[in-house]
């Protein structure tokens, strides 16, 4: 018997009807790119998750490399990262002109914990816990390490929608947590997606302003950002 990784066409059609009605009232709305549909998707999610800001964005990959951004991560910075992770959280790192720092994976195949600290060096920013297979890295030791070595986390839960470590949502531990909605992913779409959840107000202020051109005001552009916004996917501006 063959047996799908993945059978979109089957998770279709049991919400078929649902989905159906839902694309209709958006295409009958005018209204096709953010708006109130994404703003009250951002409120569920960061309530879900437990967090207070929760801002969509175009892919999983915007999310880790604006979410780098955000974090002031820049040229000469290490960020630590799995070594088996996925390319978009190595991109996510050298988008930002900083350094990937491999540590092997555990046995569950995530960042393993007890090999992080012999990669720190004085130009080590952050660390990125990449949440595997639905399966949460061990935050415990890794917020920890973190503590001690004044370091920032920002958590890949690209493949760990409603994940917990110890009852505690993964996404939430650091400064940053990503999310793709890629549709094979936990919680999929129907064309890409992703967004980052936060505690922080200045750095929701920044992933907002951001994806949006770098504008808050309309016309008025504070940084070059980029178009990441949710609902539209425009890839050319990083490479
Ligand atoms: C662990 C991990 N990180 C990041 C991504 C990137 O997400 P996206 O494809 O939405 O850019 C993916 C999936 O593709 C992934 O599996």
Same mark, same amino acid.
């Given at each position: ?14 919400? #078929?009807?649902?989905? =159906? ?17 994404? !703003? ?5 999610f ?14 999983? &990959? ?7 951004k ?10 630590? @990262?799995? #070594?088996?992770?996925?390319?978009? $959280? ?7 002109? #900083? *350094? ?20 720190? *060096?004085p130009?080590t ?5 990449v ?5 949460? $890295? /061990?935050? !415990?030791? +890794? ?12 958590? /890949? $839960?690209?493949?760990?929608?409603? *994940? &917990?470590?110890?009852?505690?949502? $993964? ?12 549709? *094979? ?10 967004? +980052?959840?936060?505690? /922080? ?20 552009? =504070? @940084? @070059? ?5 949710? =609902? ?8």
């Amino acid at each position: 018997m063959k047996i799908l990784a993945n059978n979109l066409k089957r998770q279709y059609d049991l919400f #078929a009807q649902e989905y =159906e009605d839902k694309a209709i009232e958006v295409l009958r709305s005018g209204w096709y790119v953010l708006g109130q549909e994404v !703003t009250e998707f951002e409120k569920e999610f960061a309530a879900y998750t437990g967090s207070k800001y929760c801002i969509g964005l175009a892919s999983g &990959l915007d999310a880790l490399w604006i979410g780098l951004k955000a974090m002031g991560v820049h040229e000469n910075d290490e960020v630590i @990262v799995c #070594a088996n992770a996925y390319i978009a $959280c190595v991109m996510g790192i050298t988008i930002n002109g #900083a *350094t990937p720092i491999f540590v092997e994976p555990d046995e569950y195949d995530n960042l393993d914990a007890s090999k992080i600290e012999e990669k720190i *060096t004085p130009n080590t920013e952050a660390i990125m816990p990449v949440h595997l297979y639905g399966q949460s $890295c /061990d935050m !415990t030791a +890794i917020m920890d390490i973190a503590k001690k070595y004044n370091l920032q986390v920002i958590e /890949d $839960c690209a493949q760990a929608h409603g *994940t &917990l470590w110890q009852n505690k949502m $993964c996404g939430t531990f650091g400064q940053v947590g990503c999310f793709s909605f890629y549709p *094979t992913k936990g919680l999929g779409g129907f064309g890409d997606g992703g967004a +980052i959840v936060t505690d /922080d107000a200045s750095i929701a202020d920044f992933v907002r302003m951001y994806r949006n051109y770098g504008s808050k005001v309309r016309y008025q552009n =504070e @940084v @070059v950002g980029a178009n990441s916004r949710l =609902e539209k996917c425009k890839q050319d501006y990083y490479v």
